[in-house]
């Protein structure tokens, strides 16, 4: 199933409302992750089955969607939330986006 | 705590062979599945395939049959990625990652990565 990201860059302020976008090729059923990376880092669960978030992550982030499109948003944008954030659906093996790179205006 | 650990970078030259680890602590080795993923340098995540640490049996994504073995020493909560004939392209950062839940299809818990470099 194929994982589209967009935009693949953004620029935000300190403060800012951010949405990021994942489109699956198909339906996913709402099995959908999101990592976050930051720079040689590992990436880091945030989000999994869509909405549901990981223990320990910041209640600023959260997932929604449904069918094909899915959407990761930072209410307040902070100075480390700058990375690299990856969609990954888990309906039909595995797969990710490719990824959208999030930096600081 | 749960933490999995991997060998240190590598570098090797084009069709030789490397053998990354990745060492579990902290939870039942065999209760959970072991996943790997790569990623080029620059570039995004590419899952490989993962191997069920109960029974041993790999599953390889497509991109990732035939040079690429997933191996186990379980009684020392180990999983093992190897890599055979290197090409410069398999130069990448490498990932083991597990959901540390059952049936999960989420990567809750990630090694640290280990960097294999391909180079005459």
């Known amino acids: 199933i194929q994982m589209t990201q967009s935009p693949s860059l953004l620029s935000a302020s300190v403060g800012d409302r951010v949405t990021l976008s994942c489109k699956a090729g198909?339906?996913?059923?709402?099995?959908l992750a999101w990592y976050q990376q930051k720079l040689g880092e590992a990436p880091k669960l945030l989000i999994y089955?869509?909405?549901s978030l990981q223990t320990g992550i910041p209640s600023r982030f959260s997932g929604s969607g449904s069918g094909t499109d899915y959407t990761l948003t930072i209410s307040s944008l902070q100075p480390e939330d700058v990375a690299t954030y990856f969609c990954?659906?888990?309906?039909?093996?595995?797969?990710f986006g490719g990824g959208t790179k999030l930096e600081l205006k | 705590q749960i933490q999995l650990v991997q060998s240190g970078p590598e570098l090797k030259k084009p069709g030789e062979s490397v053998k990354i680890s990745c060492k579990a602590s902290g939870y039942t080795f065999t209760d959970y599945a072991m996943h790997w993923v790569k990623q080029a340098p620059g570039k995004g995540l590419k899952w490989m395939g993962w191997i069920n640490t109960y029974t041993g049996k790999p599953t390889y994504a497509d991109d990732f049959k035939g040079r690429f073995v997933f191996s186990l020493e379980a009684s020392a909560s180990t999983a093992n990625l190897q890599i055979s004939n290197l090409k410069n392209e398999d130069t990448a950062t490498y990932f083991c990652a597990s959901p540390l839940y059952a049936h999960a299809g989420w990567f809750a818990y990630w090694g640290q990565g280990t960097l294999v470099t391909v180079s005459s």
């Open positions: 198909q339906n996913i059923n709402n099995y």
């Open positions: 990954q659906q888990y309906n039909s093996w595995w797969t």
């Open positions: 089955n869509a909405n």
